[in-house]
């Protein structure tokens, strides 16, 4: 079965070193200033003659709390005025990058995401929502995916009726913890009632899908304290969880200084919680989709990567990695063909160059064969734990072994410690190299070597 995962403490010591997540290959970190605006223009172009489906990305920025962990690109700010000038900006950049597009481009994924997306009000939600419809070909039968992320804290039924209203049938809830004394020292107090509310709404709205996200190695959490938020959110039923291990890189995310370091849970720990963890979901019916996420078995995701046609992308896993992405909002990337083309990440600046009439693009990528071929053989690996060489070979036209032939010792030593099985046709990831995938894809990551470490979370 797919879903098999051995615990392997010796490997996991072994190989849990830091790296990228594999959201995209090449990495952001490799975006660079050269790729702007005519780099987009042209790439919406292609993506026009070919007519392909699209995924849309909406960043709305603004929370009203801090929550101490977060990494995300967000403005903290209890004046909702705040929103009004932004999202006069991201209606003209959805109006901008729309008349570049064919009205055919159906959009079968759309996501909002931030900070807060329920910040907006109704009101605004509902603008926002009928500005999309306006420019872009969004479907009305509910065959698409469209999520949004949820903070209990800023959601009621009457918000919960307005999204499904509105189109979205998916929703992701941040949760992290229920320990009351974690939630004190991440700042984030959230109740199960709360959260129980929410989710009991959306499943009387019919909403087609419910996720949530989990954080272990928060301040203040133990092996046994987080098994109970664990259970709770079993009794929960979502369809999807995903469980991150926290980060902690203060240097780099001012929010995380106001964490004491000294309340962390220990490496040994942190890898306990993550090892009950994965027993209690495996035991309450969930499959390990991999890279933190699980589902149960009749959701997409879990069937997607029964028949090997999961994908990944800048959401995450996904089952419309075929569509073109479009970033919308400060910092949003997009991934249109072979370019990835990232917003400014300030939002002042975002919203002068849209008050001008430009497109916000700060940076980015245009793939070369090379990355095409390595962004191939890692996304089979992370998303099906198995690599066709023939399939790779026929799509490239090349010689697998010959092309990647400096990388076979690292592979056979992988093969001798029991994480994948090589062969001369295929690598298959074993059940205890799953949990351990992402080093595995490091191994035909051509950048790592030239990239600060520092920058990535560890593999566990």
Not at 99 to 127: A, I, M, N, W, Y
Not at 230 to 236: A, G, T
Not at 293 to 318: C, K, M, V, W
Not at 405 to 429: C, F, H, R, Y
Request: hydrophobic letters at 35%.
């Amino acid at each position: 079965m797919l879903d098999a995962i051995r615990w392997d403490t010796d490997l996991i010591r072994r190989y849990d070193l830091a790296g990228p997540r594999y959201t995209s290959y090449p990495t952001a970190v490799q975006f660079h200033s050269q790729v702007g605006t005519f780099d987009l223009l042209h790439a919406l172009r292609e993506s026009r003659k070919a007519l392909r489906p699209l995924s849309l990305y909406v960043h709305v920025p603004f929370c009203a709390n801090i929550c101490y962990y977060c990494a995300c690109n967000k403005v903290i700010t209890k004046d909702r005025g705040r929103a009004l000038p932004y999202l006069q900006r991201l209606e003209q950049e959805i109006q901008l990058i729309a008349c570049h597009l064919d009205p055919g481009q159906k959009v079968e994924q759309l996501h909002f995401g931030g900070g807060t997306p329920t910040f907006l009000s109704h009101d605004e939600l509902r603008q926002l929502m009928g500005h999309l419809r306006q420019h872009f070909n969004l479907l009305d039968d509910d065959s698409g995916d469209y999520g949004i992320e949820i903070d209990p804290r800023e959601a009621d039924w009457s918000t919960m009726g307005l999204l499904r209203e509105l189109g979205f049938n998916r929703v992701s809830i941040g949760l992290q913890d229920l320990d009351p004394a974690v939630q004190r020292a991440v700042n984030r107090l959230q109740s199960l009632e709360e959260t129980r509310a929410v989710i009991e709404a959306a499943r009387t709205l019919q909403f087609r899908s419910i996720n949530i996200d989990l954080i272990y190695g928060l301040p203040k959490q133990t092996p046994d304290n987080f098994a109970r938020t664990v259970e709770e959110v079993i009794n929960l039923q979502p369809d999807r969880l995903s469980v991150f291990n926290y980060a902690h890189l203060p240097e780099r995310f001012m929010p995380q200084r106001r964490i004491n370091s000294h309340e962390l849970p220990a490496p040994a720990e942190k890898l306990q919680m993550l090892q009950r963890t994965i027993e209690q979901l495996t035991a309450a019916g969930y499959r390990y989709i991999g890279m933190d996420h699980f589902a149960l078995p009749d959701d997409e995701l879990a069937i997607a990567q029964e028949e090997s046609t999961l994908q990944r992308n800048f959401q995450g896993y996904t089952t419309h990695g075929h569509c073109d992405l479009i970033g919308l909002g400060v910092s949003a990337i997009s991934q249109i063909g072979d370019l990835y083309c990232q917003n400014s990440s300030d939002l002042t600046q975002y919203q002068n160059l849209l008050g001008g009439a430009q497109l916000a693009t700060s940076r980015g990528l245009v793939c070369n064969q090379d990355d095409r071929i390595r962004r191939a053989v890692i996304q089979q690996l992370i998303c099906n734990f198995s690599l066709d060489f023939e399939a790779i070979e026929q799509q490239f036209n090349i010689d697998f072994r010959g092309y990647f032939g400096e990388l076979w010792p690292q592979l056979q030593a992988m093969t001798e410690d029991g994480l994948i099985k090589l062969s001369n046709e295929n690598i298959e990831v074993l059940p205890a190299g799953r949990l351990l995938v992402r080093s595995v894809c490091m191994v035909f990551d051509a950048y790592l070597e030239q990239q600060n470490r520092q920058r990535f979370s560890r593999v566990i």
